[in-house]
């Protein structure tokens, strides 16, 4: 499988590898380096959360409906749960909880070694041509 996050400049910038991609479930690994930790070298709260975003909008986009362009994030909520270290490398499995015309609503929950660090809500749009 082509990584889909490649076609995603800032996913591919922080090395998201999407490991399993349908309209029903996305998997995707982080390798959390020391540009994406806080100062106690602990995974940054935005990484954790652009790491969601980009599973999602993964998601979102193979289930977009006929005649849509595309997609956008417009609401994301980050509960953070525990925390991953520098040199771990963070799960991230995205699956739907709503499908609509317009709104589509993904739950990512991020673990590492098995242990939760987040679970993130966002809804995306569609976006339509004209």
Do not use: Y
Not at 63 to 88: D, H, Q, V, Y
Request: glycine share 12%; charged share 20%.
């Amino acid at each position: 499988m082509s990584n889909l996050a490649d076609t995603m400049p800032f996913a591919k910038l922080m090395g998201l590898k999407v490991l399993e991609a349908s309209s029903d479930r996305i998997v995707g690994e982080l390798v959390v380096r020391d540009d994406l930790c806080t100062a106690g070298g602990i995974m940054h709260g935005g990484a954790a959360m652009a790491f969601a975003d980009s599973l999602g909008a993964i998601g979102a986009f193979l289930s977009l409906p006929e005649r849509a362009a595309g997609t956008t994030t417009i609401e994301s909520k980050t509960n953070f749960l525990g925390s991953a270290k520098a040199g771990t490398t963070v799960r991230g499995e995205t699956t739907p909880v709503h499908r609509g015309k317009r709104t589509s609503v993904w739950q990512t929950k991020i673990t590492a070694d098995g242990k939760a660090v987040a679970l993130v809500i966002q809804t995306q749009m569609a976006l339509f041509p004209g």
